[in-house]
C-alpha cells in the first residue's frame, strides 16, 4: 500500500449531449471533479496519454455493444496510458506505467482482476503502446493474419490506408507479398503511403473515382480487401472482387459522424457467385495473443519494416477539438492526446 500525496481535484472532460450527426462543441464539457479515491485493490492512476479511436464516436451514441454506451453527463473514456501514483492493490506499484481503460479525465482507477489495466515496460517512446504496439498496430495484425488471410501474390486494398490502423495493415500485406492497393484522402496521404510506406498504388477518394482507379490499380481483381471506411468505398470495392475474395471489416468511419446510415452496398449481391466472405472482427476477442502479436510487431518497426507516424496533440482541454479531427481526416497517423508528462 503507497499513499504518495496527490491533487484533491482535477479536470474531466463529459458528454453534454448525444450529438447527432456531426461533433459539435458544446456536445461535451471540461469541468473539476474530485480525484477518485482507491478503495482496496484498486490504484489511482494519473493519466498521460489518451488514445482517440474513431469508435468512441459510436458509443456517444449510448448504445451498449461490445462496450457499455456512453450517456450524457457520463465521464468520456478512452483507451490509455497512465503512471500508478496511488497502490492498495500488490499488483501496482507507485510509478508502473500502466495500459487500459480510462477515461478523459486527469486522474482514474486502476481496478483489480479481468477488468484491471496492463503493466507496461517503460521502453521509449511510450506512446508506440497506443499506436503500432497498441490498439491500432494490433487490429492490424489480427485483421490481416485472422480475418483477411491475404497469401503472397495476391492483391490487398486497404481503406483507410493512411491511418493509424490501415497503414499498418497495408504494409503486412507487403510483407506478406501481396500487391497492395490503398485508399485515402488527399495528395500528401497518397503520397506517403506509396512513398514511405511502400504500397505498390494509391487511391484519392477525394478526387477521384474510386471505381476507376480499382480497375486500373488491380488489374487482376481485388483478392482481400480491408475496410476501416465503409459506405460507398465498400460498395465500390465488391464491384471488383475475385473468386474466394475475404473482406475484412475492421471499420465504417464514413457511418460513424453521420445523422443516417446510407443505404446498404448494392455490390453485395456480388459476394454470391464470387463466393465471396464478409466478417466483421472486434479487437478485444484476441486478447489472449497480444503479447505474441506486440513482439512481432516490435521486431517489423526495428526491422524499419514496419513504419508509423503518431499525431500527438498537447493538453486534456484539446481532446474534443483533436477528436474531431479523425472525422475530417485532419489527422496524420495515430491520435494521442497527451495529459500530463
Ligand atoms: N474492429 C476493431 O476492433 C477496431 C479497432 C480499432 C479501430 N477500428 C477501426 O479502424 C478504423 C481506423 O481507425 P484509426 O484509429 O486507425 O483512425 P485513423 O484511420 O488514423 O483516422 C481516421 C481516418 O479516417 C478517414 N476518414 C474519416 N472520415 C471518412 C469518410 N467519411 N470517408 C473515408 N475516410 C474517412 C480519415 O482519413 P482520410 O484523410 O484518408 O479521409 C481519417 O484520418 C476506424 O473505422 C475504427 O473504428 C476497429
Not at 468512441?56 to 468520456?76: A, K, L, Q, S
Not at 499506436?131 to 491475404?150: C, E, H, I, R
Not at 503472397?152 to 490506408?161: C, D, F, I, K, L
Request: with cysteine.
Amino acid at each position: 500500500v503507497t499513499d504518495a500525496p496527490v491533487a484533491t481535484t482535477q479536470r474531466v472532460i463529459k458528454m453534454a449531449s448525444h450529438p447527432s450527426g456531426a461533433l459539435e462543441d458544446d456536445d461535451f464539457e471540461l469541468v473539476d471533479a474530485p480525484v477518485p479515491e482507491p478503495a482496496d485493490g484498486e490504484a489511482l492512476v494519473r493519466t498521460l496519454y489518451l488514445s482517440l479511436d474513431p469508435a468512441i464516436r459510436v458509443w456517444m451514441n449510448g448504445i451498449d455493444t461490445y462496450v457499455p454506451g456512453i450517456h450524457v453527463g457520463d465521464v468520456m473514456r478512452a483507451g490509455g496510458l497512465g503512471e500508478v501514483v496511488q497502490s492498495r492493490n500488490a499488483a501496482y506499484t507507485e510509478g508502473d506505467l500502466v495500459f487500459g481503460m480510462m477515461q478523459w479525465s486527469e486522474y482514474c482507477i486502476a481496478r483489480a482482476g479481468p477488468d484491471g489495466m496492463m503493466t507496461l515496460p517503460r521502453q521509449e517512446p511510450i506512446t508506440a503502446f497506443l499506436s503500432v504496439l497498441g490498439v491500432t498496430g494490433l487490429t492490424a495484425y489480427f485483421g490481416m493474419f485472422d480475418v483477411a488471410q491475404p497469401k503472397e501474390g495476391e492483391t490487398v486494398v486497404v481503406s483507410g490506408a493512411a491511418g493509424a490502423v490501415g497503414s499498418v495493415a497495408g504494409q503486412i500485406g507487403k510483407i506478406i507479398g501481396c500487391r497492395v492497393v490503398g485508399i485515402a484522402g488527399g495528395p500528401e496521404k497518397c503520397a506517403w503511403i506509396t512513398d514511405e510506406l511502400g504500397f505498390d498504388a494509391w487511391i484519392d477518394y477525394k478526387s477521384e473515382n474510386v471505381a476507376a482507379r480499382l480497375r486500373e490499380t488491380c488489374p487482376d481483381g481485388i483478392d482481400v480487401f480491408f475496410d476501416n471506411v465503409g459506405g460507398e468505398i465498400l460498395d465500390a470495392v465488391l464491384g471488383q472482387i475475385n473468386l474466394h475474395a475475404r473482406i475484412a471489416l475492421c471499420g465504417a468511419i464514413s457511418q460513424y459522424d453521420t445523422a443516417e446510415l446510407s443505404p446498404g452496398p448494392r455490390n453485395f449481391i456480388n459476394l454470391i457467385p464470387q463466393r465471396g466472405r464478409v466478417e466483421g472482427f472486434i479487437l478485444l476477442d484476441y486478447r489472449d495473443r497480444f503479447v505474441d502479436a506486440i513482439l512481432q510487431l516490435g521486431q517489423w518497426v526495428q526491422e524499419g519494416r514496419i513504419r508509423y507516424a503518431e499525431d500527438i496533440v498537447d493538453g486534456l482541454e484539446n481532446a474534443p477539438a483533436a477528436f474531431r479531427r479523425l472525422f475530417t481526416g485532419e489527422n496524420t497517423g495515430k491520435l494521442i492526446v497527451k495529459v500530463a508528462e
